[in-house]
């Protein structure tokens, strides 16, 4: 199976700054995209940004603050937080789009796989 560990979450004072990152584990033969979502209490999960081989996207909310970047090699995606808010609390999921993978012999297909999520908390 494929397990997408996240790490990075934690307590930070507003305009501080945290680094999330997520590594894809398991027999995997491609990743389309990877990216975060992230769901405040109460709240929606909302897109924050997202990486594939064309694009790059990020949530307004966020743009100028925080930057995705991906190591393919390592199946691996990031995310810098830089000027963090205390509207950007919240548990932050890391996911990957397309995954293409082995289970065993049997070669299969997600169209969406899912991390556990780390909590981000920006605290005054």
């Known amino acids: 199976q494929v397990q997408l560990a996240e790490s990075g979450g934690g307590l930070v004072q507003p305009g501080g700054s945290l680094r999330l990152s997520c590594a894809a584990s398991g027999s995997i033969v491609s990743i389309n995209a990877m990216g975060w979502y992230r769901q405040a209490p109460g709240k929606e999960r909302e897109l924050v940004a997202s990486s594939s081989a064309s694009s790059t996207n990020y949530a307004d909310s966020v743009k100028g603050r925080f930057t995705i970047s991906r190591e393919n090699a390592k199946n691996t995606v990031y995310l810098q937080m830089n000027s963090l808010k205390p509207e950007d609390t919240a548990v932050y999921y890391c996911?990957?789009?397309?995954?293409?993978?082995?289970?065993?012999?049997?070669?299969?297909?997600?169209?969406?796989?899912w991390g556990q999520g780390t909590q981000v908390t920006v605290f005054s």
């Open positions: 996911y990957a789009q397309g995954l293409m993978y082995y289970s065993g012999i049997n070669l299969k297909y997600e169209a969406d796989y």
